[in-house]
């Protein structure tokens, strides 16, 4: 391992995230526990009412599909099934499916049956971020089916009790906040003051920390930021349905970070209701923009509009065309784990449908194509010899990241610089032109003559076929067109691979211009 990349990385850490990183290889090194204290008290059912459901991924006769891979388990379910790697081991275990569009009470105490029988043996689904998810899922079903089980309920406060043990100190970031919202659910399902205080405590402190001004949630993908408010709106939900506590100060902060949070959505969502593939983002794991505000008006929230700031996410919306821009540095400094090297990347919508596009995901796996995803080269920005703007490693990793160092904006005008190459005693200046009809890119890097500077410009697969004619590249669909101007312009075209989901991906085309000193890229509408 190279120690200056490892220093790069740590050195952005919170004392917090070392000191439990320490704390729980020792603890579990030598000091193992059990969790099996017996239920204080008999559990009243709750009321649970829903307002979204799960795609289905439990199909009859054991069969489930995750990440578009799909398995038939013959006799026994394998709980710890590890052939299609954690993720989907990981789904397997959050137990989605008991809050899909069409299972029935008895399959899914069947299941539940199931997962009670390998109790003991389990692995991954005894790690706290799948008993956080796993949790709030067995409550949903318990509460809404009103079913009474000592054997369930014991199982899963001993789950509960494992987590309460083992929050996610030591990630912090999405992770703690799903911890807090599961032990929420858990405190009121077994009437647990201890429980709610920690939940209390954590959503407090981390939703105050982790949604930015402008609504954004911290790690800035638009996916995770879908999954974290679907989560948070079921808290809310569970409050309003429930009456164990006074209505307080607290479900008004949960309250006013799902409006901030709806407000940021509702900003960066495509008119054709699909989000920003930036960052770790991907299609089919997260609730749609649409639910969410459908959910959010049914229990009592409305939208109220934001302006985009600190994320650093831009949106402009003209009559024929969006523009998405990212203008803000990888966030959070000690957790960017879904970040990628993609300072000054953009998606550009024409007429409701993509035309240049973020490259997307296709897996969580450490290995070359997620390590490949989340280069620069994988983005709609500048690489300059051979470097990364920020140095995404090891699956989750960042070690030295570029900062935004200068932001101008005005109307139809957004100019910013990020220093993601003072390594090479460079900075990279881009400019976004908007007009009516036409966009221009304008980038440049002073004192960079001598580097080699290539932009990429990832072009979605249904636009079809399109060539080189100069420094024009012309396309066979539509009117638009777009025209380089520079020195010394070399354009080629080449295939990569554009990610419709996890496991799944389609050919596509992307433009790579070489340039000698300053580009312009006007795509004319």
Known sequence: MNILILFETVKHLKLKQIYYQLFYKVRGKFFKKTYTNAL??????????DFFLYPSTFKDKNTFIFLNKSYLFDNQIDWNFKKYGKLWTYNLNYFDFLNQENITKEQGLVLIQNYLSQDSILKDGKEPYPISLRGINWIKFLSKHKIADHHIDQTLYNHYQILTNNLEYHLLGNHLLENGYSLLFGAYYFKDER????????????????ILEDGAHFELSPMYHQILLHRLLDCINLINLNSW????????????????????????????????MVNDSTYDIAPSSKQLFTYAEKIGLQLDSVKLSDSGYRMIRKSNYELFVDVG?????????????????????????????????STYEKNAIRLEQRQTASHNTVKIDDKEQSEVWDGFRVARRSKIVQLKEKQNYIEA????????????????????????????????KKSKKIAFLHIHPEIGDF???????????????????????????????????????????????????????????
Request: glycine share 6%; aromatic share 10%.
């Open 195 to 210: 429980f709610y205080k920690k939940a209390k405590n954590i959503l407090t402190e981390e939703l105050k920390e982790q």
């Open 467 to 525: 060539k080189i004619s100069g420094n024009n590249v012309n396309f066979s669909k539509g009117s638009f067109n777009i025209q380089f101007k520079g020195d010394s312009l070399n354009i080629e075209i080449s295939d990569y691979d554009y990610c419709l989901g996890f496991n799944r991906t389609r050919k596509a085309k992307k433009i790579a211009v070489m340039f000698e000193n300053n580009l312009s890229t006007q795509i004319n509408l």
């Open 40 to 49: 204080p008290k008999k559990v009243e059912i709750l009321e649970w009412k």
């Open 245 to 276: 506590k006074e209505k307080e100060d607290f479900v008004e902060h949960l309250k006013v970070k799902a409006i901030s949070m709806l407000g940021w959505l509702n900003e960066i969502t495509f008119r054709n209701g699909t989000i920003p």
């Open 329 to 361: 540095d990888i966030g959070p400094s000690y957790q960017p784990g879904h970040a990628h090297s993609d300072t000054f990347n953009f998606e550009l919508y024409i007429e409701n449908k993509p035309f240049i596009v973020d490259t997307g995901i």
């Open 417 to 448: 610089t990020h220093n993601g190459y003072k390594k090479l005693n460079l900075l990279h200046k881009r400019i976004f032109i908007t007009e009516d009809s036409k966009i221009e890119i304008i980038d440049e890097i002073p004192n960079g």
